[in-house]
């Protein structure tokens, strides 16, 4: 017996040293796996390694602490195992309950008057305030604390749901908790993203459509984000219906232009209170990518830029991206270049109006844009250049007489690239494109194709005192953009690294709960199914009840990947997913027709 207590303790060193690297060799198996396929399914030495690790075991180990250290090993691949899976953004979704704010210390030892309550019960009210004025497709009561991209994402929706004669009828608006998630500073500017949990009754009707007929009753949290001028007296844009610098009454219809008649402000600016400058679906603001991060890497070439121009902030900047890439698709969908004009330059224009020359007409029937970030900073010997990449939910239909095509089978996802420029030491701007009026004198323009100011001759869409748009790129030319100008670009975010946190089981995932819910029927077959496969993967059932509730209600979005054999995979899943009843249904079938064309051909 002693013998086998002193050969232990030598093996002690060693058996610690076995269990160590069990677990790296576990971990990284795993991983390994993970990327070969959806969950699973890789090759490699993991299993070698085992086998390496269990000779070892009972070659140095005494009987019958061998077996007792075998099983140690067992236990702790097991739990590597369960760790690994359980390392998914999808586990992170929001459920609503309140949670500490990051930044939120910084921020209040800065702004010890913050009124925290009152500015949830804003925020609330704003709320409810949006979703009745999207209903009556009218924003002219809540322009004055909207941002004016924020005005241009509804704005183009009503466009398009004008064609196709619709209207989105909202039942049971219900808040059921605010809560601030963190709180950024963005050079002289503060920005409050604050998590709205809500539950509400959303049907999408048309008149001469039935097919586009869509909506139900459905629980969810959306990111809204505020900014503001940091020190200023806050005024209260909310709840007051007075312009913030004169006192003058709003007039009723603000329309596009939130500017007061009599003192000519513009009342929508943080620099005079919290102004609505995005919102942000919950499954996109989990995955956002820490590179892409306006708080992480191009923080140095950001404070440069702040610097230099004291006026810069990347929330507005992205707010005048989001606006004039949402200028150029309702352009697109209009088939009118003027629309468009004012915000690109000739090179952009000459190339956008080819593009719109040669595609077949269609309408949105959905667009919105789930995530606005700046991703990359340059500069050339005149202008300073930023790209801004805009990731959209989408679903194109060509209208008839009496019928309509469905061109995506269902809303999917892209990605494009904003390219933005400014010269290096711009003049003062008295007016913005982005708000009708002519950067150099502030006089009003209009959408036309001619470029002169009516007013002071100056040339409208220069970028020497205002952001223009110089190129949109697919992910294609995206790629081939970060190839060939990293000499003018110093942080620019790698393309394989913009969707990094979503794995290929996470796609996966996502699109086989769409290919569930496109019958409209969750039925206890596929439901099986569906926790069978999240299960599999490691994925917390309560967790990803948002998910499962957003399939149920249509809001879940299409997902791919740029890799090609990671789609084909994916298209396997959701094949997979669909015969799980024993029946493809003719919905299921239109989708995986469509995914297989748009994805895989």
Known sequence: MQKIKNSLIKSLPFILSVLGI??????????????????????GGGGGDFLEIVFYIFA?????????????????YWFAKKKMKQQSVLNQMPTGETKKARGYDNFIANNPDFNEAKFKTDVEEAFIQLQYAWQDKNMDKVRHFISDGMYQRDHT???????????????????????????????????????????????????????????????????????KKRGIETKDLFSSHNCPKCGAEIPADAKEISKCAFCGTVMNSPEYGWILSEITQADDYIA????????????????????????????????????????????????????????VTDAAFDKLSTQFASQKPFVYNRLFLNDVSLIGVGKTDSKNLMMISIKSSYQRVI??????????????????????????HPTESKGSIYTHSCPSCGGGVSDTLDLVCP????????????????????????????????????TPVKPEKLDALYKVRDYAFNNV??????????????????????????????????MVQMAESGKLVLRMPDDKN?????????????????????????????????YLS
């Not at 040339?459 to 000499?487: C, H, K, M, P, R």
């Open 157 to 227: 929706q009503f466009v398009m749901m004008d064609i196709l004669e619709q209207k989105n009828v909202l039942e049971k608006v219900k808040v059921k908790n605010v809560y601030i998630d963190k709180i950024e500073s963005d050079g002289l500017y503060d920005i409050i993203h604050v998590a709205v949990h809500a539950s509400i009754v959303d049907k999408f009707k048309s008149e001469k459509y039935s097919k586009l007929n869509s909506g139900g009753a459905e629980e969810f949290v959306e990111y809204w984000s505020f900014i």
């Open 566 to 598: 990671q789609r084909k995979k994916i298209y396997h899943l959701m094949e997979k997913a669909a015969k799980a009843d024993q029946n493809v249904s003719p919905e299921e079938q239109e989708l995986l027709d469509s995914v297989k064309s748009q």
């Open 455 to 490: 007013f002071c001759g100056s040339q409208v869409n220069s970028s020497s005192n205002e952001w223009i748009i110089s190129d949109i790129l697919s992910g294609e030319e995206y790629n081939t953009f970060y190839a060939e100008n990293n000499a003018i670009f110093y």
């Open 22 to 43: 069990v677990l790296l060799i576990f971990m990284a198996d795993d991983a390994f796996a993970r990327k070969g396929g959806a969950g699973g399914g890789g090759s």
């Open 513 to 546: 709960l769409i290919m569930i819910a496109a019958d409209g029927v969750f039925d206890e077959e596929e439901r099986k199914f569906a926790e069978k496969l999240a299960k599999k993967w490691g994925y917390n059932l309560n967790k990803i009840q948002p």
């Open 399 to 424: 209208p008839g007489e009496k019928s309509v095509e469905f061109i995506d089978a269902v809303v999917s996802t892209k990605t494009e690239f904003v390219l933005m420029e400014r010269d290096l």
């Open 60 to 76: 140095f180990i005494p009987t019958p602490y061998n077996f007792i250290v075998l099983a140690i090993v067992i236990a702790l």
């Open 288 to 343: 956002g990518n820490p590179l892409a991060s306006k708080a992480h890497n191009l923080d140095d070439k950001i404070m440069e830029m702040i610097h230099d121009n004291e006026d810069f902030s990347v929330q507005l900047l992205e707010d005048k991206a989001s606006n004039g890439y949402l200028q150029v698709e309702t352009a697109r969908v209009k088939n009118d270049p003027s629309r468009m004009r004012r915000f």
